[in-house]
């Protein structure tokens, strides 16, 4: 069995319930590390994280029990050897819409012969000289389905060897099928997209992961065929539980609630 | 009537629902700051903050609609005035055990001729030449009680003029005491301390800020007298929020939940 | 009218005062947001900034009475998603030289159906529930014209939907022309290659911006059309009164001014 | 002739020309570094810096012909030792008011046998074996002169040995005096004392430095013999600037100037 | 056994194999971490460390095999409070010359009833309610004996409880005797020093820590007594080995080797 | 000559020994800038290093006797044009692998007419107003050559106009043969490779660089024909002294050496 917690539950069959990183701190971070996730992602496409936050994250996240993987901001060979090199176990990858671009990702990550990463795992591969010739097996390769022409491609999607899973982004998908972006997807226009994804991710043996606002909608969707849960993130968790508490302080003062409250749970 | 929110709640006799910021990001703190709370405490005593998170944190805060105060690591005047000179509209201060230690403090938040506060306002008099002239006025002054000595002294204490309120430190306040620290008190040793530092407080016309735990421990604070109630802090709301959310998604799934999860509600 | 400032200065037919950010501190940011522009620019691309020190000047200027925006280093989706989520009210992008390429940069951000921005607008939406909804008419896309290939190409650009304004850099143009890059251009070949681009983009309804050394040279095209001036930028500012002051200085004690200074006003 | 170039000036009867860092950017110090300054002072009291700042800004410096002092945010020997440690070549102490506080600067900046400087000049003594047998003749000590109690003491400041200059902070004397805090001094009360201060001083001599708001008032303490003086700050010289830029635009603009500007200048 | 690397060495006889960190980066720290110390020291003394540098190092030793202590810059309860709460495992202060300020060194380290150390465990009681329980027998606490005065006043010192271990300096002990700053020290004159401490901390059953050069330095040490022993530091690693190399590379073209090259190994 | 050493030791006809800088600490980066080397390459690749590190390393090392360069993360204009205004003096840019590839970079690196590099030399052209007329002849473009394509291309690539040298990457171009990664290529294939390089070189008056393990391994390429040699990088001179360090204790202590150690020397 993989020594990475992820790859684990797949091979068993389970589903994944994973936290999502988007406040720039290495101490939120080992907080969530230490909460019962199966892994974390930190987001450098939405969340406000750069390489600057990444490494201090990854390197607190090492002593927690979680797979620690990256949304990279854009399929782009330079910033997804960086996150790997760096120590992510994983790459979900924005926006890949074809099979070319699920191609460009894969030669990303992957050594040759497979692909094109450039050696150098200065985190990764530290005090693991046999590091380059696990690191195709290990890393968790997960383009982002997120567009109508994306679900359009998905059996060429599906052709490309090398993905491990798909990540589903339900705003964007949204968006882009003209529906409003919602944190628990429940148009059928958008649930018909998600079945065509897992149908066709299911024959070619390939896992599918979701984001999602609450554990209800999470729980669901892991019933439609989901082995990947984000639940999700760190700003909003932390947004939330303020909202709740200044509610319960102003019920019990007999104030009004404030209003215009942050919503930051993108 | 005072432009600070903080002042403004305790010149209509209300009670001040106060947030705390142990996380070291500046992001964190905006949500916080959308969050409806009245005032917000940056931690650098406990928190994991000091003043390279400080400055950008209450840069973030200037557009929040919140009294922005800190609470410094130690009476010691050198980081004192960086905060007021940084912008904090008030000072909370561990440890002030003797009316001495108090005068101290005042010596340090206030200019001459009261204090001995060294000019140059270089944040907090930004636009505002006559800073000089009203800081003295604006400045919230409030020492921490929180041993049984400062218990002890409460009467000296009160006595020095330019306080303006006492923090009253619960978990430092039981240890002292010989009891187990506590987030929401309910040991009658601790029960009885914060009765004698809220009726000589009430003689002194000095208001009484506590720590609690829950909004419900905060409630019935305010009950007994408090003005001024923190609820945790930050850094416990990402993780009970967490905690909840990977509960669910366990129990869900049909999982044992984790245990060993973070506790940092300090 | 629109709440942006940028906006309502055009929508009155008036003339932007913009300033340019090249120093990567919030502090100093917040001094240019007090000092009485209308908006200001963080220069992702020639300035000393990048991602991490975007974050907490866009923080700093959520308190000042300025419409931010950020020139990135290059026309590439990551990034500019990156700083629109971040809370960039308007995008400059350097070396747009063809139709193709000012659509890339519309694409990048618009959300659909207009464009393919992601969606997760988690600073720029905070708070804001209907931010996906306004984000369109908000955002404001400004491709730098500065090369002889977009002037060239300037009728073609300009029949790309979306686009507010152009930003027209004079030292790369100059460049380009074969003339020297200077703060104030008044190079005939480069004048003309202004009025192309200030006349084309009358006809299309599109406002034209321009980098500038000085006010005199600022009001001088401002007087040929140009509604949206940038005055040099805080690092010049800086070194400039430096120089001055120690010159002064010099000159009274009766010694040889240095020589070498600081120039970086590029 | 000492290698340090402020004292050079002062060994040839001349007066330094000295900037202040108010800015936390090691890019901000180095374009001051190269306007016609003698020396810098990193203020780590009243500026927006701390020891994160302070390092990269030596290390910026010492490519830039200046020598480089720190005022420290206290008299306190862990940051003393720790700014001397970096690389400061002086030490500006605030608030020295008696012959006890100027002898625990000296200790603090003195090695053995004379003080009890801890022994580590990190960057100090890079490449320099015998820094430590050196760093006595080296380092500059300035304690601040900046209250009525300070002035009346100064006879007994200065029999203290070691002392190689007081640096007079007008401001917080004013105040200290019942007057105004104003950048160039001209409350008589204020100048009566400067008189007391640079007569002790030249009987013992001790070299004296001031802070001033303009090049104008500079000069006119340098005549009255002060040997260093400060102008202003970095701060203050952007914001200056960008108010004359913007001023400038608006009159050309035919618009009312912005009022409420920034004042960062203490 | 104590769940302590250090304690348990000691409880078994051993000697301590400690390394010090003065290079502000985690990931450097990481390095050091995984090349075979029993503990490392990060020193915000006289390394280019403060607590911003601080915390990320404690978060990833956390992940490494080794027991991490702080040496704090000065005997002060607001950094000493600090640097336990983020984690570290134990605190080495500098100059401690009498009983009494080992005897604040001990209150700022241990809770009540013994020491009065202020409570808040943000990162250290991440995970572990019972924290506060055990942290005063699992802190070490370690002043340094560094001068004549200390070593005169041993016994007294060694009457304090509360102390686990010395520290000896031997660059300030022999400047303090007259002797020049030694990295393995041999003056009589401080060997003698060496063993009025190491017979006194034998009898108090006090363990007793040494700084040195080299290991063959540190393994005669260990010889005479000592049971905890620093070699050099981080700096001075990458230093001698780069000057190493670069002697190496001009040798084999013949060249002459540079001069002057860096020293920083204080 | 060139005032630019690297460029100075090749006229002369020498080999540059040069050093590598993973670790993102202007503090490291220092120490090694006075080591000896005649110059340093920051490598945004493969070290852990951004362009938030890259600035300050910049700056501190304006005043260490090295010639200061970068490896950029990929062949992307934005990030290279970023470095080169930052400052850097060189570029070496990673898989190259075709003639376009080749123009691209020259295209980024050169101002026009020959390239498109955007203008705007903030830290490169302070206090040199001609800095834009020299610059084409000064900042040093190194292309690697790490594939087998990229061999196979050599002699055209050679034929792009602009470029000072190769820098063959010894470990990726060993994985694209086929071969392991090894810090000192000992493959015939890649040796082989490395020949049909440096012969094309030769013809084209092009340099050629290798990275090396050691300083034996790189002067045996040296001997080979390679005129610019780098020896491993800081992570590993510290972690191999650590190592060093930690073993001869063990030995001396009568202890089993750690293993599992550290090595990051990629």
Known sequence: MS?????????????????????PSPFAAELMGRAGFDSLVIDMQHGVQDYASLV??????????????????????GIIGKCLDAGAKGIICPMVNSAA????LVQSCRYPPRGSRSFGPIRAG??????????????????????AQAVANIEAICAVPGIDAFYVGPADLALSLGCPPKGDADDPKVLAAFDTVLAAAKRAGIQVGLHNATPE??????????????????ASFLS????????????????AAASGAARPGY
């Open 240 to 255: 939330a539980r303020a909202i709740e508490v200044t509610g319960a302080m102003r019920k019990g003062l007999g104030q």
């Open 101 to 104: 671009e699920a191609e460009a």
């Open 56 to 77: 201090p994250i990854l390197q607190a996240l090492d002593a927690c029990p979680v797979t620690a993987m990256v949304r990279v901001p854009w399929n782009e060979p």
């Open 126 to 147: 530290m005090g693991r000289p046999t590091y380059w010739k696990e690191a195709n097996d290990e890393v968790i390769v997960m383009p982002m389905i997120e567009t």
């Open 217 to 234: 909608g999470a729980l669901r969707q892991i019933a439609r065929g989901f082995t990947f849960a984000t639940i999700a993130n760190d």
């Open 3 to 23: 020594s990475i917690r992820v790859r684990q539950i797949w091979q068993q069959g389970g589903a994944v319930v994973n936290g999502w990183l988007a406040i």
